[in-house]
C-alpha cells in the first residue's frame, strides 16, 4: 500500500538504537545543515531583531520545522514517495538541500522581516526605498568566499561516500553555477544603474550555489553553468522587487538569495536532470531524468516540494514569530537600534573607535557604564 511519512517516530537524542558510527556521522553532518538553515534570517532580519529572541527561534526551528520537512524529502517522508506512490518521478529529490535547507531558511526570512518591520529610515513616507549602506564591502565578500569555499563540503559531502567517484562532478558543477551566477548578476546590475555593485556580485555568486544545491549531482556541467546563470538575475529582479515593491527590509537579501533561489534550485532538477546518476533513488528503479530528458513526472515531484515547503513553513514561522511578538517583542527600540546593537545586546563594543554613546544611554546598561573619558575617540586631543 501507500505510505505517506508525516513526521519521524524513532531515533530521538542519539538513543541506543541509533547507537552507530555512520549515524553519528550523518547526525553532526546534518546538524550543520540545520544550523544553515536556522542562520539564513539572520541577515534578513539584521540590526534589530533582539537576541533572546533569536535564541528562541533557533530552538524552535532546529527542534521542529526543518527535521519535520527534512523527514519529508530525506527521512522517507510524502514527497519523497512521490515517486513509489504516484509515479511521479523520483519523488522530490534535493542532493543537498536547495529546498530542505535554503527555501526552508529563505521564506522564514521572509516571515520574519515582515513581522519585525523595516530598520529606521529605510522607507520615506512617500513608499520610496532608501539605501542604507553595509559596514564592510570587502569583510562581506571575504565572508562570500569563505561560504564558497564551505559549499565544495556541502555538495560533495552529500555523497555521504568519500569512494563516490560523483564528487568530482559535484563540485566541478558546482564552481560553475557560482561563477555563472556571479558574472550575470553584476552584468544585469551595471546594465541598470552602470555600477559593477560587488555586493551584488556576492549574491549573485551565493544565488548560483544555491540553485545547483539541489540538482549537483544530476545535470551537466552545461547545464549548471545555465542553472547559475539564470540565478543571477533572479537574485537581482527578486531583491529589487522585495525591496521596493512589497517594501520588506531585507538588508542582505537572504529572501532572493535562498528563498527565491532555493526554489528555483529543484526546478531545475526537474528540468535538467540528465539520467546519467540516481539509479534506484527513493526506491525507484532507474536513474533521475527531468522535464528536458523525458520525465514530466520529476518536474512535477519538485514542484509539489517546492510548494509544500512554502505552505508548510510560512505559516508556522509567520505565526510563531507574531505569537514571540505579541508575548515579549522580538525586536529592539528605536534607541538601541540607532546606537547599534552590539553594546546593549552583548555588553561590549564591536569596535572601540567608533561613535561614543553618551553614559546612561538606552544602549548602555546602567550597571555596566564606562567613562566616556576611558574610550578612544577620533579626537587628537584625548
Not at 550555489?209 to 547559475?228: D, E
Request: aromatic share 14%; charged share 10%; proline share 4%.
Amino acid at each position: 500500500g501507500k505510505t505517506f511519512g508525516l513526521i519521524g517516530a524513532s531515533g530521538f537524542f542519539l538513543n541506543n538504537a541509533v547507537y552507530d558510527v555512520g549515524i553519528y556521522t550523518l547526525f553532526l553532518f546534518q546538524m550543520v545543515f540545520m544550523d544553515t538553515a536556522a542562520t539564513i534570517p539572520t541577515g534578513a532580519m539584521a540590526e534589530r531583531w533582539k537576541f533572546m529572541s533569536f535564541v528562541l527561534f533557533a530552538f524552535f526551528i532546529s527542534m521542529f520545522v526543518y527535521p519535520i520537512f527534512g523527514n519529508w524529502v530525506w527521512g522517507g517522508g510524502w514527497l519523497a514517495t512521490l515517486g513509489t506512490n504516484f509515479g511521479l518521478g523520483h519523488g522530490h529529490v534535493d542532493f543537498a538541500g536547495s529546498s530542505v535547507v535554503h527555501l526552508v531558511g529563505g521564506i522564514t526570512a521572509l516571515a520574519g522581516a515582515m513581522i519585525l518591520g523595516p530598520r529606521l529610515k529605510k522607507y520615506n513616507s512617500d513608499g520610496t526605498a532608501n539605501t542604507l549602506p553595509g559596514h564592510n564591502i570587502p569583510m562581506a565578500i571575504v565572508g562570500t568566499f569563505i561560504l564558497a569555499f564551505g559549499w565544495f563540503g556541502f555538495n560533495a559531502g552529500s555523497t555521504l561516500a568519500g569512494n563516490d567517484l560523483r564528487i568530482g562532478i559535484i563540485a566541478t558543477n558546482t564552481m560553475l553555477a557560482s561563477a555563472s551566477g556571479a558574472i550575470t548578476a553584476v552584468v544585469l546590475h551595471y546594465a541598470r544603474t552602470k555600477k559593477f555593485d560587488p555586493a551584488m556580485s556576492a549574491n549573485g555568486l551565493l544565488a548560483g550555489l544555491v540553485a545547483i544545491t539541489a540538482p549537483c549531482a544530476f545535470v551537466n556541467a552545461t547545464s549548471s553553468f545555465i542553472i547559475g546563470a539564470i540565478a543571477g538575475p533572479l537574485v537581482v529582479l527578486a531583491y529589487t522587487f522585495i525591496d521596493t515593491k512589497l517594501r520588506i527590509d531585507d538588508p542582505v537579501g537572504a529572501v532572493a538569495v535562498h528563498g527565491v533561489n532555493g526554489f528555483w534550485g529543484i526546478i531545475a532538477l526537474g528540468l535538467f536532470a540528465d539520467g546519467s546518476y540516481g539509479d534506484g533513488w527513493n526506491g525507484v528503479a532507474g536513474t533521475v531524468k527531468g522535464l528536458f530528458y523525458g520525465d514530466a513526472g520529476q518536474f512535477f515531484a519538485e514542484l509539489i516540494g517546492g510548494v509544500a515547503c512554502i505552505a508548510f513553513v510560512f505559516p508556522v514561522m509567520y505565526g510563531f514569530f507574531k505569537l514571540c511578538d505579541k508575548l515579549f517583542g522580538i525586536r529592539v527600540s528605536a534607541e538601541i537600534e540607532h546606537a547599534g546593537l552590539d553594546l546593549a545586546e552583548m555588553g561590549v563594543r564591536g569596535y572601540e573607535d567608533a561613535e561614543v554613546i553618551p553614559a546612561n544611554s538606552p544602549a548602555m546598561p546602567v550597571s555596566e557604564n564606562i567613562p566616556v573619558t576611558a574610550m578612544r575617540t577620533a579626537s587628537p586631543q584625548q
